[in-house]
């Protein structure tokens, strides 16, 4: 169980940006799998909702963790879909407690598509 925050922005004619703040929860049911869902929302210019679910890789030697799915935005009354590709690095800071630096893009969104970092503050159980 985690919490983003951090910053999104997309290119546009206008550059938009804003933070993000969001939750995600992961079930692993392998050492190296687990499915993934989030719930985001991104402030400033961008305003809107995101949510989606999909599949994380975890590395075997060293913490990285990639994800990748489907979601959707909530913007003005309107859906649309779009694919995530993310990564993070995961610091235990004990046994149950992490941080992660992450990066991320989501494509396939209406203007431009979006890229995103920030940090994961989460817990484990």
Known sequence: LGL??????????KRKEGFKIGV???????????VRG???????????W???????FHTPKVPIIVFVGGAFELEEGKYE??????G??????????FIAP??????????NSVWF???IFGTSF
Request: charged letters at 30%; zero cysteines.
């Open 81 to 86: 879909e779009f694919f995530r590709i993310a």
């Open 50 to 56: 995101l949510a989606g679910v999909g599949l994380a």
């Open 117 to 119: 970092v920030g940090l």
């Open 24 to 34: 995600e929860y992961e079930y692993q049911f392998h050492k190296m799998t687990g």
């Open 88 to 97: 993070e690095y995961k610091f235990k800071l004990n046994h149950a407690i």
């Open 102 to 111: 992450g990066v991320g893009y989501d494509a396939g969104r209406r203007d």
């Open 4 to 13: 983003f925050t951090g910053y999104a922005a997309k290119e546009t004619k």
């Open 38 to 48: 989030f719930v985001d929302y991104e402030a400033g210019d961008l305003d809107n």
